[in-house]
């Protein structure tokens, strides 16, 4: 058979077999698995541990310190190994209100599929199953190795993933990966992306009493924590954006030349940010262009993603807090470090006189990205152009953060993300949603990527 | 019969009938009154209408724009007329979980009275017309006029008080006013209070856009209102405690040699409060004495009474709020006015570059003091002394905020606090009681300043 005889067999089966992969998709969103509360987990990598057997894969669950990882393998006629990481947990679906259906159960509504974790990454997880069914069909085996990490604290910032691939090594071997999310962007073109952010995840606390007070009796005289908390953040970043920690930049690495080619190539969604998000601006002066991108993605940034303290209900109540806190992210860029940064942070709270704050660690991953020149980069866009008919649109590496960094360091693979996703659907939010279509291009692109794949050399 | 015969047959009568005033505070106290909900509000003037008319007042709910006043009346021997200022309204009982005993049913615990309300203000209320009881039965009649208004948003700042006042002088006429709180302190004096700071309340607002945003997506280059509000706090008030809203501390009258005599006889209560509060010090340094007893009632501050903004959850959320909050209090002394403090706050946000940041009024009282030297004043200090067999402890002003300013500069009265509660009483907070000795003693209180007052020239 040539290729393109392969390839449209495989189309055939994909598009004939569409039901089929939905139905699978509801009975994985129909179990729910929240890693946040904990709710169904167990049950939803038994799910997949089972569905995996039941597509031919040598499957297992394996413990972690925390939720357990589906590892599933099956063997094919080459000697390369793509590994596939995805997760089985979501976020949690709050609120409730919000949702048109009930998130746990698959609901179709015109050509769109709704439920919490459709996209996110279940619907990844099938994609790549019925990707891989379609290949096995059509070339009568799988035309090379494939192995299945998924995972299930994704959605916890995967705390246990990196000494899960040190304990794995052998077993993990492969020689590329495709990573779990991906999909189109807001002109339809499909986006790959090469890299992301690192992050550390902490928690500040300021207390300085034991009981709230009133603030009539002790306005004047008593330490107030949400003021401490107040001036401790700003301490870290003042109104210029700067993050003031001593030693923060030291590792931050400029993108090079080709990065910068890469950037440019990229579209131009400046307009769409501050139109979706409803934004009078952007940070730094930024319109748009190049330096929107460049500061989008290889600039650290440090994050307010929450903060409360002492009343917040209706109305007033004269009270001054005893405890205040405060959520912040610092998004770090290659080679920054988060357990550096944590110390660095530690140091420059005791040395601004802020050693009453406490810091709480929530978590951290480094940052890492897989060079835009890797052949399997080119597979993979190769792949896409097909399968999309339009120009494939890569990132060199994207904003947001995950577990890439032992796969790309300690496993040494180029990985690819690329999916099923698009900027609307509401992924981490209400009423998530797949689009049918961008479901069946992603299989597609699953398995024109493992054909392409088990050629090479 | 001679004076102390009269006061002999009060004491007799109010120790006989001490159940009867128990079952009136539990009646008064059984129906609800949350101003800040409105719960049970309508009800409660009513019910405290019915209750001065049990008592012979001829008495009237009457409108204002927000909750009713309750105003009775009742005519006594001489033209001389006692104003009692109260209030119906009570604290929001939350948190619910922390209460020992429903908070709207009065709970009797050894001799201690639990309920919502039943210190502040419902204890106050019914003490006064016991001790007048008393009075009225003893002498056949009262020996003065007296009045009372009993308010049903005092605990909202009584943002109606002062218009009342304005379009009811002639009605409200009177010679001195015993104000709603009061009690004894730490170790067990009389204590009354002459004066007031004032307040202004305000909500700070910062929107950056129409929906929270991924932190991965725009930690760089969004802007966070989280990030803004910390900013715009900054800049009102820094570590060094001081306001740098420019002219904030135009009108702060320092306090007068007289004052510091009477604070410098004040005792000290640096050492409880740092105990009671769990404090590792005070703020400027402060350890206790006269110094501190300044700093915290003729300095104004700035709380910060709560904020908050994005997620506030257990665990991590990646997101960049689109809005925050943040609840201020200015405590606020002679002759600040917080029309213009929030004039000047608005200034000082506009001139700093925060002009994106709103400023939502939740209301403001103007700080008032009456004349130490003032004959009432002694008068009630002379009747305490007689209660409670201790020297009476007078504070010039105190720290929190009421409505006094139209009483003494409009009304003229000389505004005097004393009433039936004590520093662990718990007011504003779950489980807030009343001890029994120390409402009896606040009933005798009450009698023998109505005693004496209508004895005066």
Redesign the interface.
Known sequence: MTISAILKDIDNYIHENVDDFIHELARLCGQPSVS?TGMGIHECAHLVNDMLAAHGYNSEIIRTKGNPVVFGRQNGHSDKTLLFYLHYDVQPPEPMDAWESPPFELSRRGENLYARGVVDDKGHIVARLAGLAAVRHVMGDLPCNVKFVIEGEEE??SPNISPFIEDNKEKLSADACIWEFGGVNHEGSPTLSLGM?G?L?VELIAK????D????????????A??RL??A??SI???DERINIAGFYDNVRLPSKRDLEILANLPDDGAQ?REM????????G?KGGTE?KK???F????????????????????????E????V?F?LVPDQDPDEILKKLRQHLDST?FDDIEIQY??GTRPARTDPDHPFVQLTIDAANKVYRRDTVVAPI????GPNYPFIHSLKLPVVSAGVGYPGGNI?APNEHLRINDFVQGIRHTAYIVEAFSRTD
């Open positions: 946040a916890l910032g952010r992050i995840y300085t009493a034991s009981i007070a009133h603030s009539g009796l002790g306005g004047s005289i008593f330490p107030n949400a003021w107040v001036w953040l700003q970043k003042d109104l940010l998000y409803g934004l009078d601006h952007f940070l730094h930024l929107l500061a989008a993605v600039e650290p940034s440090c994050t307010i993603c929450g903060f409360g303290s002492g009343y917040q209900g209706p109305g007033s109540k004269t009270v001054i807090p005893a205040a806190r405060a959520k992210d998004r006189g929530n978590g994207i904003g947001g953060s981490h």
